[in-house]
């Protein structure tokens, strides 16, 4: 955003939250695990996960040395954790065709299993410092609100990325600030809800404020309840088998006194189907 880098720019400055992804030498590989990390999931989740993850494999090629079990075991309560598989697949995938070394080429990134846009530039801006537009949630909000008058984005888009590229400094390292800071802001200040406007260094452009607030109205797709869902059910498994032994344990006694006997079956199969766990004989056990 020209116009308005220099306010978000020195805003950043001053209140960009101390982040682990955000310190000195951190690392592609750091930036990669914590973008799969944050998918979906709230900060504070996932730093202790993220430090204990880079603790155990510190490089690509440790995680991929090691089973695709112990990697779901690893995520633990994260949630979604197709995402786990994902990254042991990158894992492995960078350590053939990369070396172990976390590509820089957005292309190469976008190859890699689980990486999708966002992920994909995030690396290439905040591991390697070039200049691509980063464009996550709390990036379509602002963009939203500031340029185009709407109370909520709608949902994601290739345009977005357009957008964003449309409005970043042509300085590489002035761009990953605006980055970084437009997620912040849409992160702390001009968030869902109640945005803090009072506190928005760039409220003096921004459209919605302008035109007085309008509910433009909120098409997005709205997530399904956690409490009884096929998510519930697929997660009491993975909770049941990751404090099992290696070889797993009989299918019959996979969460036995679920109240929902169809959804049980249907939650043991969908995670076969999705790699997370195996199915021998009799048996069910984690991904060997």
């Known amino acids: 955003m020209p116009e308005i880098s220099a306010p978000l720019i020195a805003w950043y400055r001053r209140n960009a939250r101390d982040l682990p992804w955000r310190r000195a030498g951190f690392g592609a590989w750091g930036v990669l695990v914590s973008e799969f990390m944050l998918q979906q999931t709230p900060v504070t989740r996932v730093i202790p996960h993220l430090e204990a993850w880079l603790a155990r494999w510190p490089s690509p090629t440790s995680l991929a040395a090691d089973a695709p079990a112990e990697a779901v075991r690893q995520w633990a309560n994260l949630g979604y954790p197709r995402r786990a598989l994902w990254l042991h697949r990158a894992a492995v995938e960078i350590r053939d065709r990369h070396g172990g070394i976390v590509p820089?080429?957005?292309?190469?990134?976008?190859?890699?299993?689980?990486?999708?846009?966002?992920?994909?530039?995030?690396?290439?801006?905040?591991?390697?410092?070039?200049?691509?537009?980063?464009?996550?949630?709390?990036?379509?909000r602002v963009l939203a609100r500031a340029v185009e008058g709407r109370s909520q984005p709608g949902p994601p888009a290739r345009r977005d990325l357009g957008a964003m590229s449309d409005r970043l400094p042509g300085d590489p390292v002035e761009a990953a600030i605006v980055n970084a800071a437009t997620?912040?802001?849409?992160?702390?200040?001009?968030?869902a809800r109640v945005?803090?406007?009072?506190?928005?260094?760039?409220?003096?452009?921004?459209?919605?404020?302008?035109?007085?607030?309008?509910?433009?109205?909120?098409?997005?797709?709205?997530?399904?309840?956690?409490?009884?869902?096929?998510?519930?059910?697929?997660?009491?498994?993975?909770?049941?088998?990751?404090?099992?032994?290696?070889?797993?344990?009989r299918s019959v006694e996979l969460i036995a006194d679920w109240a929902d006997a169809a959804q049980r079956d249907r939650a043991i199969t969908s995670l076969a189907d999705d790699g997370l766990i195996e199915l021998i004989d009799d048996r069910a056990r984690l991904p060997q």
Do not use: K
């Not at 190859?111 to 070039?130: E, I, K």
């Not at 409220?203 to 919605?208: D, E, G, I, Y």
């Open 104 to 140: 820089r080429d957005v292309d190469a990134l976008l190859s890699l299993s689980g990486v999708g846009d966002y992920t994909a530039r995030a690396v290439a801006v905040f591991a390697y410092g070039d200049r691509h537009p980063v464009v996550d949630t709390n990036t379509r």
């Open 183 to 191: 997620m912040e802001l849409g992160a702390t200040v001009c968030v």
């Open 195 to 249: 945005p803090r406007c009072d506190t928005c260094p760039i409220a003096h452009v921004c459209a919605w404020r302008a035109a007085g607030y309008p509910d433009t109205g909120d098409d997005r797709r709205r997530q399904a309840r956690y409490e009884g869902s096929d998510r519930q059910a697929r997660g009491a498994v993975l909770r049941v088998l990751r404090d099992a032994s290696a070889d797993g344990i």
